[in-house]
């Protein structure tokens, strides 16, 4: 039972106060409590300070008018938060102001305090501020007075009752004595508790009154507030205010009104049941107390709505207008206000609705229900429940499982819970849930927890609602329809609560005054109260109530609360989509096996392991998995089980976010201190060492709720342990107690403890209590050590390791606890937020972590003070003591990687292949390539170094290709460039690694690493230093090909290689003798044995214009020292072995033997290499020459290298190379001399010796008769033949766009042409006179440079010099370096700055070089088969570009040479026996070493113009890609001996050639016999050698003479097809026309492509290409094929391979013996296929070679024109030229349009103003072509190294413009198709007649104003033309348009329309259009 009201209060209006001094400053005048009872204050409920302030909440200020009453609840809050309702009556009394002060004063005094308390002047509380009437000194004035009830009850409407009555006895002047009535209010009337019975009484004014308590105490009671609050904001608003304040925001509510105030604060607090608000809570703020609202704390406040201009400054308060119905939120609030979780904020807003707005749904409908009749409408309070009901409900849902993650940390003397809020939001998926986050964080939560937690109590509505509510939901999910209902029933329990049926069933009878008595004039004042009468009444009411209760109050028994539905435990796993049951398999499979010491297993494992973690439920899995493993309190493992399991524990913990981490923290944390590894004795290194950089472990709040986790886990053993042993006295059944069926929670057995609580006896409880602090106390101390453990990091010491230590120890330490001792840490990269890394400092951070963390939760769990106290003192000693023990662990740790680094994985190593140095771990960083391979950069592994290659392997970075192998690998002796590189970031572990190095190879491979800090920077200088000279040893012998395997040679001693300048003396001579020679006052000296004629290295301009200085000064050096070696003896017998060599061969089958007699014999001359040292021993010369001849002729050739016949065709055409001629001596009669070379020692008297030699060559080859030139005039060329078809010959040119078939061959007159008279020009043909221009054609051609001095022409030797431009050494090195930036960049490129790889390709000029090198040799073609000329090549000393031309030459004539064999013969010919210096070339000298050469890529530009052949004519060779591929890798590596000498005399000197010689005479089949296949074994196999050789009688020193490469090839070739091209067709007798311009070729796949998986492919031992591919494994299977990873050769493997493999495996699964591939490949019958017919036409055959022919041409028309530029020296005159139509310039070839051109008025050449002045003097006075463009296949680069310049490129363009003009328009040769055609013009378009002629030889489309015209008007270049096709009808003002025949002509500059007069013409015209297209 309580008092109804505790405190009667008589508040007036205070005039002593007003009239105080003080006050004249402005301050507020207020009220004062005039009289209280009791006088004396309830010993349970002190009197309230400060009412006064409440019951005038606007100010307490005189009235010139009376007021009528008001009433109100203020309530205010007292220090415990108890709620006291301070029910206040208000109205006003007339008071008389008498004069005390002068009038300025008064005036001043009252005009203040009206203005600051603005006046309430009505009944709605409005402030009326009145204007003040003038003030007479002894006017009437009405003051404030208030009556005040002040209770713990929110009885509002009996407190108005009860006020009322007072006040109308008071005005009424009723017979009541108002003492009594005060009295009986407060001591007689008492109430029952909620669930009481309903009280009726009266107070003694003859009244009768009624109240109802509720039925429950929690449930609060709003009466219809909420339906108002709802009304009066809406939905949402009001949402959103919940929102607000359950998130702990300031909530300010405005109205006029206090009812509304007050109500509106009670209903928003009401709708957060089941919390209670425990912040401020004030619903009418007084005006003096506004600053209250800059409070920092949360409140829910309420103001009138006058003061809401004094409150503008608030800037995180929610403004809620009632009356306006506006919230505000301000924007600078932060954080924003969140909202419900998705699901639930959407429907709550629909059933809101629902109630709010039933009629809703049905509003739109066309025959809406009949609304129900009145008799059932809801009154507002039954929807103000329904609403709250709703509100009921959403938290009911919101808090689902709650009661699962209370933590019960004490259960005696009273239970103290915690809740688990990281849990249960985990187990909930609301982790990412503001609203929640925040409300599981505020003071309402928990109080929440301490009144709800406890699970013996009593349950109210909410708990019963809660227990059910998933039933509800789910039937709910099945009938939409039961949501209201379900809904109706709760908010009917909410209405019966409140008990409004039982108070409205009585009567009651109340006083209330008559309306308008509050006017009345004369009212005397309220009366004074007797307070003695007020005692007495109170004290007898008290007395009376002593007795006990007459009736009976239904209370709430104490029950179990129900658990309602229960989250899944922590660590169990939902199931989810992402986590399918296989993943988690694999996650526990790869447990088991690191468990299990299946390491490897495990690793295979990983990547999917880490994918997986990825998931939540995978990272609880795994902390489950680890848990079953773990058997007592330690489990030590080795190393790699110890890297994984850690690494395993980082990953969990690393992708944990949020409070999802605190579980997998939680679980993850006893496992910390129980895995360990052994480092050395007595040091034991535990996981928790490795995991300490995650943030979680500063988090004071997940220690906490650890912690109370772990507690209530003890608490609740210590229960159970009790009752079992209960159970175990009372039954005899052990097995049944060691396993129940159910173990109960820790709730239930808290539950079950209080229910049994009362019965306990006080000792048993305090044992119990007792028990239970222990717990707590002991599991304080081992969180004291587990956090030790993970707060201090191992490198604590390092900064303090030679400071002092401190001396101090505690002893009682050793028997705290077990596991301080093993608490060893370790974490190198953890800092641990500490400033300064000093072990003192840290220790004492950690401690005090420590002690706030043990305040923290020692308090909340009632340790005791002493223990407390203990605690404290024990953590500076456990401190102290990890930090001493982390010293040993932190040495040995540096000892064992911090992370287990990969194992070293050994590369694969040939045989004969060694490491050299111990392997350097590092990292393989990703350069600037451009590939899909990216992925698998950076990978980690290690850099080998072997006597062969420079190797990395190891494996990716990434986790998701971890399993994979990278492989990079060059040969050391292809290295170009080493450099050191700083700064590497690895991303994947956020590292900066400062040492590394960048290998760039001329294999195309770059090799760039970062070393890792455990390599040392003398390690890697020591492998610098290695490197470096392995890549140029001491001499050749030292070179892998020598090392590794072949035969042992005996007695042959290295060449002597003199080390450069090895005194001063020996330098300055050097210099010296150079420097004369440089002058020519210095001729050699002559050695005694005079092995090499004289001849003068670097004389004249010649050779400093084609040979870098560089090479000079080596070939000097050579030289002087190779010319001291002793002549070597020969034998008859070595002679005879030598002519056996494979050019010999080749030379006696094209019939340069005697024996053939054509006129050439093989001559012995040069056997001891003492005519020219670098050329082969056995050489062809003429039989009209003889040795002697030959031998004096060598001085006078660069190098001494005399022109030679090497190839012979069979028209007897010669292709001949030699050396460029040294100075006036050669072709004396194809050169004239300058004068700029005159060198006295040249005598006279050898003209005619080598005249004489010319004269022998060019006897050799058919005589030719004279023909007559009567149709063709021009120039003086001899090039009919390249005009016509060409000879009517078995040979057909090749094209690579027309087909093999053999065409109708046609004769066409093979005029020739020549000079005469050494005139140049242009000469007018002379009918009158047609024999005065018979004369015969050129029968040799010189191809020379143009720096030689040119001659006048002898006609008497019928031979032409024809200077060409050509890629020499000086461009192709810088091209090649370009070229290799471009492939195998260092860094990224920036797209953006223009060097895509593309752009860079481009300026490296590489595919311009390799076209012209095809252009040139194109040339040697055209000029031998179809002009049966010979061709001399004689550019540079005749080794490089002679050897380059020669081959593709051959190559291209001869299909034997496009065979394995014949290839191997072209090569060691044309660039092994003609002596190519691939030592030089390759940079392999030995005294190359200290020497800035840069290496030549001559020999490689010969294989990529052959891989551009074989791409063009995939049918015409043997061998395929790989092996160009192969010839070019190891053409730099030094695996083979083939290309590591310069010449042979180099081999024979080494004696490698002599061994060849042997082996080839023993050979049984010889490559040139008749059964064309060499022996398969190895030199030794074969037996070749003599036994004294290979016998090991002789103790003279061995030295290996290694392997030749065509020996190797040819061994694999038997073997398997992996060389070999299946496409091969055979055919003899084609010569290749390749086109040649840069659009046609490729770049090739050698330089960009690479294999990651096993390195470089040519290395076949190592890479296992060579195996037989197993079929019958890959059939069916899936393969996934990376490019640029997988050997794709060997992956994906062409059909005939497959086919080959499986004729294999069924002879083999038929017991028969496989066949060699080669002999199954040979047995295959080929079909016989008829030819298709096809009429070739004349145009046909004119495309077929046209093209190629016209390049040739521009060869010799630009060689011509530079040479003989002052015989056409014609200047051109200009007049100006309006060109309407799109013309090209023909100096600058860009565009010419419109009135700004010149034209020349007599050949009709087209130029720019500014073109006019540079355009070449050689007009050939006759009509040109007008806008003629010169041909696209001529190379318009402007780039320097560019292999014709654009000076040269517009001479070729022009002289074919001469050329092509000797022909008159009319022949009819050059008309393959012509007719009238309508032509569209270009700027005004209209139609004009034009006669248009189709030339398919010049490859134009001209056209003319008539038929008869002989200059076009327009001229159409094929070349640019990209489609022809049929078009849309236009209008072209002709009657009877055939709508079919419109056709286009889409050219690259502008498309032209046509128009044939009918559909036939226009298809014809289209037709033949696209056959000269083709």
Not at 245 to 265: A, G, P, Q, R
Not at 1201 to 1212: F, S, V
């Amino acid at each position: 039972m309580s008092r109804l009201a505790d405190y009667f209060v008589i508040v007036g209006y205070d005039s002593d106060k007003e009239k105080t001094a003080s006050n004249v400053g402005g301050q507020p005048t207020c009220g004062k409590i005039v009289q209280r009872f009791p006088e004396k204050d309830w010993p349970d409920t002190p009197f309230i300070e400060g009412i006064e302030w409440f019951c005038q909440p606007l100010g307490w200020s005189l009235s010139y008018e009376k007021q009528e009453p008001k009433f109100f609840v203020s309530v205010l809050t007292d220090i415990d938060a108890n709620k006291h309702y301070c029910a206040c009556l208000s109205f006003h009394e007339a008071v008389a102001i008498t004069q005390t002060r002068s009038v300025d004063d008064e005036d001043e005094t009252i005009g203040s305090s009206r203005l600051l308390g603005a006046t309430p002047s009505s009944t709605d509380g409005i402030a009326a501020a009145t204007t003040p009437a003038p003030i007479t000194h002894h006017s009437v004035m009405y003051a404030p007075k208030c009556l005040v009830l002040i209770s713990r009850l929110d009885c509002a409407d009996t407190f108005k009752n009860c006020l009322g009555t007072i006040y109308t006895v008071y005005i009424e002047n009723l017979a009541y004595g108002l003492e009594t009535l005060i009295g009986n209010i407060l001591g007689c009337i008492q109430v029952p508790p909620a669930g009481g019975p309903q009280v009726r009484f009266s107070i003694g004014a003859g009244d009768k009154q009624s109240l109802q308590p509720p039925q429950s105490s929690s449930l609060p009671t709003t009466g219809s507030g909420v339906h108002f609050l709802f009304k009066q904001l809406g939905i949402k608003n009001v949402l959103i205010l919940l929102c607000a304040v359950m998130t702990e925001n300031k909530i300010l509510f405005l109205s006029k009104c206090y009812w509304h105030l007050t109500d509106s604060c009670r209903a928003l607090v009401a709708l957060m049941y089941p919390f209670r608000y425990t912040h401020v809570y004030i619903p009418i703020l007084p005006a003096p107390l506004t600053e209250v609202l800059s409070t920092p704390t949360p409140f829910i406040m309420g103001i009138h709505s006058s003061l809401q201009t004094e409150i503008t400054d608030l800037l995180d308060v929610i403004v809620v207008d009632l009356d306006g119905g506006l919230v505000t939120i301000p924007e600078s609030l932060t954080p924003p206000v969140p909202i419900l979780p998705s699901p639930l904020w959407e429907q709550t807003q629909e059933l809101l609705s629902m109630i709010l707005f039933p009629n809703l749904a049905q509003a739109d409908l066309a025959f809406p229900t009949p609304e129900r009749p009145s008799s059932l409408a809801k009154t507002d309070a039954q929807i103000d429940k329904e609403l709250r009901a709703i509100f009921m409900r959403l938290f009911a849902q919101l808090l689902q499982g709650y009661r699962s993650c209370l933590t019960i940390i004490r259960i005696h003397p009273k239970p103290v819970i915690t809740f688990h809020k990281a849990g249960f939001l985990g187990a909930r998926d609301l982790i990412e849930s503001e609203f929640l986050f925040r409300v599981l964080d505020s003071m309402f939560f928990t109080t929440f927890v301490n009144e709800r937690g406890p699970p013996w109590r009593a349950s109210d509505a909410w708990d019963e609602l809660y227990s059910s509510m998933n039933e509800l939901l789910k039937s709910e999910a099945q009938n939409r329809n039961l949501i209201l209902t379900h809904i109706q029933e709760l908010g009917r329990v909410l209405y019966e609560n409140e008990g409004t049926l039982a108070h409205t069933s009585y009567a009651q009878k109340v006083l209330r005054p008559p309306e308008g008595a509050f006017q009345r004039i004369h009212q005397p004042a309220f009366p004074r109260i007797s307070s003695e009468k007020v005692e007495l009444i109170i004290q007898e009411g008290i007395r009376k109530n002593g007795v006990p209760q007459r009736f009976h109050v239904t209370r709430n028994q104490h029950r179990i609360i129900p658990m309602g539905p229960r989250l899944p435990e922590a660590l169990d796993v939902r199931p989810n989509v992402q986590n399918s049951a296989r993943r988690l398999e694999v996650l526990r499979i790869c447990v088991s096996y690191i468990f299990e010491n299946r390491i490897t297993d495990a690793r295979k494992l990983l990547p999917a392991v880490m994918r997986t973690l990825m998931h939540r439920d995978a990272r609880l899995i795994l902390c489950r998995e680890f848990f079953g493993y773990v058997h007592g309190n330690k489990a030590v493992l080795d190393h790699q089980q110890f890297e994984l399991v850690v690494r395993f524990m980082n990953k969990a913990l690393h992708k944990s976010s949020g409070v999802d981490e605190y579980t997998v923290a939680a679980a993850l944390l006893p496992m910390s201190t129980i895995f360990c590894r052994k480092l050395s004795t007595g040091v034991v290194q535990f996981a928790y060492t490795e995991i300490q950089d995650h943030a979680i472990w500063k988090n004071l709040q997940f220690w906490e709720s650890t912690f109370f986790q772990d507690v209530q886990g003890q608490i609740k053993a210590l229960y159970l342990l009790h009752r079992r042993q209960n159970e175990h006295q009372k039954e005899a059944n052990c097995v049944l107690d060691e396993v129940p069926l159910e173990e109960p929670t820790a709730l239930e057995i808290t539950a079950e403890q209080l229910r049994k609580s009362p019965t306990i006896e006080e000792e048993k409880k305090a044992e119990l209590a007792k028990s239970e602090e222990s717990t707590l106390y002991s599991q304080a101390i081992h969180f004291a050590n587990r956090m030790v453990s993970l707060l201090i990091p191992l490198d604590v010491n390092v900064d303090a390791a030679s400071k002092p230590k401190p001396a101090f120890r505690l002893e009682e330490n050793q028997s705290v606890s077990n596991s301080i001792m093993g608490s060893h840490s370790l974490s190198e990269h953890s800092d641990e937020g500490f400033e300064e890394n000093n072990a003192l400092e840290i220790g004492v951070t950690v401690g005090k972590t420590i002690s706030r963390f043990i305040d923290c939760v020692c308090t909340e769990g009632g340790v005791t003070s002493e223990h407390i106290r203990n605690l404290h003192d024990m953590v500076p000693g456990v401190v102290h003591m990890h930090i001493e023990s982390l010293e040993p662990v932190y040495l040995e740790a540096k000892r064992h990687p911090h992370v287990q680094k990969p194992k070293i994985q050994t590369p694969c190593l040939l045989p004969g292949e060694d490491l050299v140095t111990d392997h350097l771990r590092c990292f393989l960083m990703p350069d600037g390539r451009e590939d899909e391979t990216q992925c698998l950069i950076p990978a980690e592994g290690a850099l080998f170094l072997t006597n062969y290659r420079v190797v990395f392997k190891g494996s990716p970075c990434d986790p998701l290709f971890c399993e994979q192998v990278i492989v990079r690998t060059f040969p050391i002796a292809s290295m170009l460039k080493e450099k050191k590189v700083s700064v590497l970031y690895l991303a994947h572990l956020d590292q900066t690694l400062t040492e590394g190095l960048q290998l760039r190879s001329s294999s195309f491979q770059l090799i760039k690493v970062a070393f890792d800090p455990e390599v040392t920077p003398e390690q890697i200088e020591s492998f610098r230093k290695i490197l470096s000279k392995a890549r140029h040893p001491f001499d050749e012998f030292e070179y892998f090909a020598f090392q590794s395997y072949g035969t042992m040679l005996q007695g042959v001693a290295p060449l002597k290689t003199k080390e450069k300048y090895s005194t001063l003396k020996g330098f300055a001579k050097k210099t010296l003798l150079r420097g004369a020679k440089k002058a020519g006052l210095l001729q050699k000296p002559q050695t005694k044995r005079k092995l090499v004629s004289d001849y003068d290295y670097g004389s004249g301009a010649d050779a400093q214009e084609t040979q870098s200085i560089d090479d000079e000064l080596e070939d000097l050096d050579e030289f002087e020292t190779q010319n001291n070696a002793m002549p070597r003896l020969l034998t008859t017998k070595d002679v005879e072995r030598m002519r056996e060599r494979s050019y010999v061969q080749d030379w006696k089958r094209l019939g340069f033997d005697a024996e053939s007699q054509r006129g050439f014999r093989i001559s012995n001359v040069n056997t001891s290499y003492a005519t020219c040292r670098s050329y082969p021993a056995i050489i062809v010369a003429p039989v009209q020459c003889s040795d002697a001849a030959i031998m004096h002729l060598g001085r006078c050739f660069k190098g001494q290298r005399i022109p030679l016949p090497t190839w012979r065709h069979a028209n007897g055409a010669l292709l001949i190379r030699g050396g460029q001629p040294n100075s006036k001596s050669v072709i004396g009669m194809l050169k004239n001399t300058t004068g700029s070379n005159t060198n006295a020692h040249h005598d006279v008297t050898h003209y005619p010796e080598q005249d004489k030699y010319f004269l022998a060559l060019i006897n050799t080859m058919p005589k030719l008769t004279p023909l007559a030139l009567n149709q063709y005039s021009g120039m003086n060329l001899s090039m009919s033949s390249l005009m016509a078809h060409g000879p009517c010959d078995e040979r057909q040119p090749l094209t690579p766009e027309l087909s093999r078939k053999h065409k109708n061959n046609l004769d066409v007159s093979d005029g020739s042409k020549s000079s005469q008279g050494g005139k140049g020009g242009t000469m007018k043909g002379n009918s009158k006179n047609p024999t005065a221009h018979a004369f015969r054609k050129m029968r040799l051609y010189a191809l020379g440079e143009k720096s030689q001095a040119k001659s006048n022409m002898n006609v008497d030797f019928c031979a032409d010099f024809i200077p060409v431009d050509y890629p020499d050494i000086r461009q192709s090195r810088p091209a090649f370096k370009k070229l290799i930036r471009a492939c195998m960049p260092s860094h990224n490129t920036n797209e953006a700055d223009g060097q895509s790889f593309a752009k860079m390709v481009e300026q490296s000029d590489w595919l311009q070089q390799i076209s012209s090198l095809m252009q040139l040799s194109g040339a040697v073609v055209d000029l031998i088969e179809l002009q049966e000329s010979s061709v001399m090549l004689s550019l540079e000393d005749g080794s490089d570009v002679t050897a380059q031309l020669s081959s593709i030459a051959q190559l291209c004539l001869d299909p034997y040479y496009r065979t394995l064999d014949g290839f191997r013969v072209l090569v060691e010919k044309e660039w092994l026996a003609f002596g190519h210096r691939f030592a030089h070339r390759s940079n392999l000298k030995p005294s190359h070493a200290n020497t800035n050469i840069a290496f030549a890529p001559t020999f490689l530009q010969f294989l990529d113009v052959v891989h551009q052949l074989l791409r063009q004519f995939p049918m015409a060779f043997e061998f395929n890609d790989f092996y160009l591929r192969f010839l070019a890798y190891h053409s730099v590596s030094c695996r083979f001996r083939t290309f590591l000498f310069d010449c042979e005399l180099e081999r024979s000197d080494s004696g490698i050639a002599a061994m060849e010689d042997k082996r080839g005479s023993l050979n049984a089949k010889h490559i040139f016999g008749a059964g064309g296949m060499t022996s398969n074994g190895s030199d030794d196999e074969c037996n070749v050698y003599p036994l004294d050789i290979r016998s090991q009688r002789t103790p003279a020193p061995l030295s290996r003479i290694g392997h030749s490469i065509f020996d190797y090839i040819e061994r694999q070739h038997n073997k398997t097809p992996i060389f070999y091209n299946f496409l091969y067709s055979g055919d003899k007798g084609i010569t290749l026309r390749p086109q040649n311009n840069v659009a046609a070729l490729d770049l090739w796949s050698y330089y960009t492509n690479e294999e990651l998986a096993q390195g470089a492919p040519y290395d076949l031992e190592v890479t296992t290409v060579d195996d037989e591919i197993d079929l019958s494994e890959m059939k069916g299977k899936r393969m996934v094929i990376t490019a640029g990873y997988d050997n794709m050769e060997k992956c994906n493997p062409n059909a005939y391979v497959c086919l080959l493999s499986e004729v294999k495996q069924a002879e083999t699964e038929r017991g028969h013996l496989p066949q060699k591939w080669l002999q199954v490949w040979n047995s295959l019958e080929v079909p016989q296929l008829e030819p298709a017919a096809r009429n070739a036409s004349l145009g046909n055959i004119f495309v077929q070679t046209h093209q190629h022919k016209r390049s040739t041409l521009e060869i010799i028309m630009k060689g011509r024109l530079a040479g003989y530029q002052d015989k056409y020296f014609h200047p051109h005159r200009f007049e100006k030229h309006p060109y309407t139509t799109p013309t090209n310039c023909n100096h600058c070839t860009k565009l010419l349009w419109g009135p700004v051109g010149y034209r020349c008025m007599d050949c009709g050449n087209s130029y720019h103003e500014k073109c006019t002045e540079h355009s070449m003097k050689n007009c050939t006075k006759y009509k040109a072509i007008d806008g003629a463009v010169g041909p696209p296949n001529v190379n318009m680069s402007q780039g320097d190294t560019a292999s014709i310049a654009s000076s040269a490129a517009t001479t070729a363009r022009t002289s074919s413009h001469h050329f092509y003009n000797q022909f008159s328009s009319n022949v009819a040769e050059n008309r393959t198709h012509e007719g009238h055609l309508y032509k569209r013009g270009a700027l005004l378009k209209g139609w004009k007649q034009r006669w248009f002629v189709l030339d398919s030889i010049k490859h134009q489309l001209r056209y003319y104003d008539t038929s008869e015209d002989t200059a076009p008007k327009g001229i159409i270049e094929l070349a640019e033309v990209q489609s022809v096709t049929a078009a849309q009808p236009a209008q072209i003002g002709a009657k009877g348009v055939d709508e079919k025949g419109f056709f286009d002509l889409k050219t690259s500059k502008r498309t032209y329309n046509f128009y044939a007069i009918n559909a036939n013409l226009a298809q014809e015209w289209i037709e033949k259009l696209q056959a000269c297209l083709q």
